[in-house]
């Protein structure tokens, strides 16, 4: 790095500062300097927080994706005849819950729903969705290549969004130093290895509805349902279709029709349930134990039927049903079929350079779930 540089680079924050918008170009220009650790540390920091404070634009999150993409992302491609699905939250919110999207993404791949995953380690969240499938068995730090093995074969793969395996270059770094929103909520999430076509995607906050809806399109997505869960009685909200209130939710269709509408459990068959239900215990076992009851249906059905929820959305984006209602119903059938729970067992087992470790680890899960 140099003054000159440095100059340029601080000019261009000095712009976000004062609330000038940057093109697709400008954006995916800085980002490829903090990618690259081009700059001062301070300098990568005050641009992802004057960009934050400045709100983005969808031509500064598609700009920041691109550079994701092109220089920290290592890429695999998927014959596949159907949609690749992939169901992700941006985290930030308010609201911490059981680890659902996990649990939706196995139930719908066990419903036939070929789910392309991409998430991280906890850092704004108790229980990430790496941690989670970690805790279950799965490999999270193998190559794209066995996670692709795994996606063809079962129909299911988890890339982790902060390996040195998946993304070689600065966003681990990046990731691993910062404690706040910014686009990279957004955007890195958003940088998945197999370019899903269809999304459910979870956003902090309703403002992103549509924006994120709009960067969804204009990066590659055929069809995606953005949402902003509610829980009544409580301010903030969760990434995640709610089971405890409305959910806000904004529908990109395969015309590039928009729709935003509301959606209660009640419109699906389910109850609304308290938050305190289906939140958080900030427990690794106990979370773990707690979604293993869920995938086999017993106890806490709450949560299953926020899994229900959420796996039915899915199916739903894919095209595999005519409503989340009908989604949520195979949802539940896969669960109490046994369906879900043998899907994560052949996920353990696919998803993993030590098969019989992983599965040992989910063995041995199993056995202490059973003893409590």
């Excluded at 929103?181 to 999304?199: C, D, F, Q, Y």
């Excluded at 924006?211 to 055929?222: E, F, N, Q």
Aim: hydrophobic content about 40%; proline content about 3%; charged content about 20%.
């Amino acid at each position: 790095m140099n003054e000159e540089t440095m100059k340029q680079f601080g000019a261009t924050i000095q712009r976000l500062i004062n609330k000038e918008d940057l093109t697709e170009e400008e954006t995916y220009s800085m980002f490829k300097e903090v990618l690259n650790n081009e700059q001062p540390d301070l300098q990568q920091g005050a641009f992802l927080a004057a960009l934050a404070s400045k709100g983005e634009t969808i031509e500064e999150i598609v700009g920041t994706w691109r550079a994701i993409v092109e220089f920290d992302t290592v890429p695999v491609h998927l014959d596949s005849e159907g949609p690749l699905v992939e169901n992700c939250g941006t985290g930030m919110d308010s609201l911490k819950t059981f680890n659902v999207s996990t649990a939706a993404a196995i139930v719908a791949s066990a419903c036939g729903a070929t789910m392309v995953r991409h998430g991280a380690r906890a850092l704004t969240s108790f229980c990430g969705t790496v941690d989670m499938a970690e805790a279950l068995g799965v490999d999270v730090e193998c190559d794209v290549y066995t996670v692709l093995a795994s996606i063809k074969s079962q129909g299911i793969g988890l890339f982790n969004g902060m390996s040195p395996n998946i993304h070689p270059g600065g966003l681990g770094r990046i990731l691993s130093q910062i404690r706040f929103g910014s686009t990279l909520n957004i955007a890195a999430s958003l940088a998945n290895p197999a370019r899903p076509s269809h999304g459910v995607r979870g956003v902090y906050s309703e403002d992103l509805l549509e924006p994120v809806g709009a960067t969804m399109s204009a990066i590659g997505y055929s069809r995606s349902l953005v949402v902003h869960g509610k829980a009544e009685g409580l301010d903030g909200g969760m990434d995640e279709f709610s089971v405890c209130g409305e959910s806000l939710v904004h529908e990109v269709d395969a015309d590039g029709h928009t729709n935003t509408y509301t959606l209660r459990p009640e419109e699906l068959g389910l109850k609304t349930v308290p938050f305190a239900d289906i939140a958080t215990t900030g427990d690794l076992k106990r979370e773990r134990t707690r979604f293993l009851d869920v995938l086999s249906g017993r106890n806490h059905e709450s949560c299953i039927a926020f899994t229900c929820m959420n796996a039915g959305a899915a199916l739903y984006v894919a095209g595999l049903t005519d409503s989340i209602e009908s989604g949520v119903t195979q949802s539940r059938q896969a669960i109490e079929s046994g369906a879900a729970t043998e899907k994560l067992r052949n996920w353990v087992a696919t998803q993993n350079r030590q098969p019989v470790q992983g599965l040992a680890k989910l063995n041995a899960a199993t056995r202490a779930k059973a003893r409590t």
